[in-house]
Nanobody, 115 residues
Framework: QVQLVESGGGLVQPGGSLRLSCVAS????????MGWYRQAPGEERDLVAL???????TYADSVKGRFTISRDNAKNTVYLQMSSQKPEDTAVYYC?????????WGQGTQVIVSS
């Protein structure tokens, strides 16, 4: 089992930046895929970005060019650097760790983009 703890959320003004962190309870170098998802009130949980254990990244169209996902295997941590933020980025952001036979979620961290 893998515990995931997100942090770094908060209130940011439009155009601002935040960096989210997801710390895993085990070595992430063997976890095939880690990602960030978000869920706005009344909406479904949607993919934001993924990163594989070989470093391949995937982004939702809505965040391409603004968000960057990265992983530091030595720290068992995945990051989501968010820039040029928009009010529509407001959501609870969840970290995900996934293999062929398992999947784990963190508890989420709230991001509010508002002036």
């Amino acid at each position: 089992q893998v515990q995931l703890v997100e942090s770094g959320g908060g209130l940011v003004q439009p155009g601002g930046s935040l960096r989210l962190s997801c710390v895993a309870s085990k070595n992430i170098s063997n976890i095939p895929r880690m990602g960030w998802y978000r869920q706005a009130p009344g909406e479904e949980r949607d993919l934001v970005a993924l990163i594989t254990n070989t470093g391949t990244t995937t982004y939702a169209d809505s965040v391409k060019g603004r968000f960057t996902i990265s992983r530091d295997n030595a720290k068992n941590t995945v990051y989501l650097q968010m820039s040029s933020q928009k009010p529509e980025d407001t959501a609870v952001y969840y970290c995900d760790a996934r293999g062929r036979t398992y999947g784990y979620w963190g508890q989420g961290t709230q991001v509010i983009v508002s002036s």
